[in-house]
């Protein structure tokens, strides 16, 4: 039976976000709108307005939705609270002050008034939103990057799920004499490739801090040996006649579309592949999630998962910045973080919320978050927009067969040059 102080507390948290200071006023969010909808967010805003009297949310969302955004925060009228999706220059907007620090909302109370709302977050995702020690965005949904394959279609072929480089090697070997492509990618988008092999294979070769080193434009990181390697093995596989034939013309939807159709065994994708899909889905087809196979006796650590986040953010001219931090506590509160995954089905930023009942495609991402004893993450895509475009053409070109593995990293080592050189570029340090 709860005392009557834990009762106070509970209602205090539903009157007033759980920091003890009364929430009013208006409430503007935008979001952007991708495979999750917004409709989440809806009735998140309308549970939090009768929870909160003199409460008024409104919520916008667009799948082009930073275009939106953006020239209101050039005109410093910004939403209070804002998601603004893959298409926004977020540390540009940090650069720029446009951004609402948010240590002192996190070490205050958490939604529910038990401990820090800090404490509430997984601190690896944390992480992915702070610069120089400050945290200027906040983790919702966690992205766990992998390949997919459909466990029928292996179990009726007899083909096991490989767990390493060599395992890989003699499936596709296999996969390929009945006539099916081993692997679909998305050409259309290279990052896919990029974080679907390249990187993963990097830190099986050299371990994680071969990728720090990138990221932070150590000077030879980029054509070092793990890198090259890793490039080598992507070429090997491409050399072989391992990829689906043209999926380096393919939109992701398009690749993951030929997968599901059976023309390819495996694909890169993250764990939000099936919420993608399940529109074109094939009657009677089931996908899995698997780590991407590692290199046998390589320096990294075979559990490493590469991990994304989608940020959401308070900017500094928000006219109710207070109620914006309010309403975002009440969305990640471990019963609506539960409620997400369970009715989008994917893993969240929140500690705890993984213990909700799992839809089955993501039972084996969760359980590699679980078992991950370092997670890290592709930062630079977002921190250095120009060199993250020459990596993406200097891969794609490497997949066209136009360059080989040895001047693709010379490529990638001279645009971190460039970068690393350009004192007009603001810098930034991953951290593990």
Known sequence: MYSLLALVACALAAC????????????????????????????????????????????????????????????????????????????????????????????GPAYDGKGTWRETFDPNMLKLGQKDGKTFMLPYYIMVFGWWYDPAVFAKNGWTPPTNWDELLTLCERIKAKGVAPIAYQGQYPYYMIEGMLYPWVVSLGGVQAIVDAQNLVPGAWNSEPMLKAAEMIDTLNEKGYFLEGSTGMSHTESQTQFLNGKAAMVPCGSWMESEMKEVMPKGVTIEFMRVPVVAGGKGDPTALLVGVEPWMVPTHAKNADGAIALYKYMTSLPKAKEFVEKKGTLMAIVGSDQA????????????????????????????????????????????????????????????????????????????
């Not at 020459?390 to 010379?410: C, W, Y």
Request: proline residues 7%; contains cysteine.
């Open 16 to 107: 007033n976000g759980g920091d003890g200071s009364k929430v009013e006023g208006a409430i503007e969010v935008m979001a952007f709108k991708g495979g999750y909808g917004i409709d989440m967010y809806e009735s998140a805003a309308k549970e939090f307005q009768e929870k909160n009297p003199g409460v008024t949310v409104s919520v916008s969302g667009n799948p082009r939705v930073w275009e939106q955004i953006r020239p209101r925060m050039v005109a410093e009228n910004p939403p209070d609270l804002m998601f603004p999706g893959w298409g926004m220059d977020h540390w540009a907007l940090v650069e720029e002050g446009q951004l609402r620090e948010l240590d002192s909302a996190l070490d």
């Open 357 to 432: 009942k799992l839809p089955r495609v993501l039972e084996k991402p969760a359980a590699a978050v679980r078992e991950a004893k370092t997670l890290y993450a592709n930062q630079h895509r977002q921190w250095y927009p120009s060199m993250q475009k020459e990596i993406e053409g200097a891969i794609t070109s490497m997949l066209n067969r136009e360059i080989t593995p040895k001047q693709f990293v010379d490529r990638c080592e001279a645009a971190a040059e460039k970068t690393r050189n350009d004192a007009s570029i603001p810098k930034y340090k991953m951290s593990l």
